[in-house]
């Protein structure tokens, strides 16, 4: 933004040279309309976006966005959190709208392992080669990651509460999901997850580095050309910022650094948890690197509908 601060400050000098004679509203006018001029035309850095609409993007709470429309989509069996968000429900509705956590405080060892049954049912499936490790089951919700953070979000977006001992849903949430079922909740939910949900909670980097301002660009991009490869140069291009945000470490560069902050905390715990994509971890083939394509998923352009010409 700076860049086009010293822009309109030159083109406003130059205008001050040729006419000396300009009253200070005149020049105040001039200045107004060169600063309209520059905000709504199209910077290459911003991959085409003018600064207004960036700015929108980054400040801008969700139902006063342009340019994009945040859509409710019909089906949800695709998507983990929502499944995941369905079970718990169903569980704490079938018992007057409340279930017994465990002495954790987390989730019961029987919803645990009806999400853990799930899996064979996600896109993600495909990549999930050993069930040790995956964020898509487990033994318990300390195991979880995926079930972990849809309780989470649950609690952020005011749907479930945990009191003496049992998760309760709130009673107006209880009142939308017996008249509109899992829908009532996909925006409140999706909300919660890009504004107030702690992007770095389940990574474990200690880099301050919040991503979420930009999260309606990293989205536009990777479904303007599913690379996330080039998806991050993007990134680095359009908000410089954020490597100087990234902390000093011996073995990588900041550049390395905000990727794996980028494939961690957007792609991974965001968008394959949400089923929005999958990306294949495989990174390398016989020593040589593997160009990291997203396989977008029709709940992903369902979703996220811009009317903004992919460049």
């Known amino acids: ?26 020049l105040n006018a ?5 600063v309209e001029e520059r905000n709504n035309r199209p910077n290459p850095d911003f991959c085409g976006l003018s600064p207004t609409q960036m700015f929108n993007w980054l400040y801008k709470p969700m139902d006063e966005l342009n340019w994009v ?21 169903d569980e704490a509705m079938q018992n007057d709208g409340s279930f017994k956590a465990t002495s954790k405080g987390n989730l019961p060892a029987k919803l645990v392992k009806q999400a853990s049954e799930l899996l064979p049912e996600f896109a993600i499936a495909t990549y999930e080669r050993d069930i040790s490790l995956s964020e898509f089951a487990g ?17 952020i977006a005011g749907i479930i509460y945990r009191r003496s001992g049992r998760y309760h849903v709130k009673k107006t949430a209880q009142k939308h999901y017996q008249s509109q079922g ?32 930009i999260c309606l660009f990293m989205v536009w991009r990777l479904q303007s050309h599913a690379s996330v490869d080039q ?8 908000f410089p910022d954020l490597l100087q945000q990234v902390a000093p470490d011996n073995h990588y560069p900041p550049e390395n650094r905000l990727d794996i902050l980028i494939e961690s905390r957007f792609v991974n715990h965001f968008l394959e948890f949400w089923g ?14 593997i160009a990291r394509k997203a396989q977008l998923q029709p709940l992903f352009t369902q979703t996220f509908q811009f009317d903004i010409q992919p460049q």
């Open 182 to 213: 899992i829908r009532a909740f996909f925006k409140p939910m999706l909300e919660a997850a890009v504004t107030k949900y702690n992007w770095s909670y389940l990574d474990g980097y200690e880099q301050d580095v919040d991503l979420r301002p």
């Open 231 to 238: 998806l991050v140069d993007e990134v680095e291009r359009a």
């Open 69 to 89: 429309t945040i859509c409710t989509p019909e089906d949800f069996s695709s998507s983990p959190v929502m499944r995941y968000l369905t079970l718990i429900l």
């Open 30 to 34: 001039v200045m107004q309309l060169k």
């Open 276 to 289: 929005f994509i999958i990306v294949d971890p495989k990174r390398y083939d016989h020593g040589e690197a």
């Open 1 to 26: 933004m700076s860049k086009q601060h010293a822009e309109v400050f030159d083109d406003v000098k130059q205008m001050v040279a040729m006419n000396p004679n300009l009253t200070l509203d005149e």
């Open 139 to 155: 033994s318990n919700e300390d195991k979880f990651n995926a079930l972990h953070y849809t309780r989470i979000l649950a609690e």
